[in-house]
């Protein structure tokens, strides 16, 4: 009796952790989604000023890679790149114009 009213314990602790997990996946989701918004903004700005050819950065995902766990860290991988990448041409751009 005592292992069993140990499991309904744990199982009880578990669903709570879940719960509160799947309210913080919400809003953590709405961020992913205006980021990856904002940087494929940047992305396009970049682009079609010719300081960038568009293979020279990663594609950005699309917004329902966030709803599907199984490519959620190929979709993070992705913006991740895509954002450093676009840090760096800005660096570059920065210090080519303070050269001239």
Do not use: F, N, Y
Request: contains cysteine.
């Amino acid at each position: 009796r005592s292992a069993w009213e140990h499991e309904a314990k744990d199982r009880r602790e578990t669903e709570k952790k879940l719960k509160i997990a799947e309210s913080e996946w919400r809003p953590l989701r709405e961020r992913l989604l205006l980021m990856t918004a904002t940087a494929q903004r940047c992305r396009e700005e970049l682009v079609s000023s010719d300081s960038l050819q568009v293979a020279a950065l990663p594609l950005l995902p699309e917004d329902s890679c966030w709803q599907d766990e199984a490519r959620l860290p190929s979709a993070l991988h992705s913006v991740c790149d895509c954002l450093e990448k676009m840090a760096r041409e800005a660096a570059v751009g920065a210090e080519v114009e303070s050269q001239e």
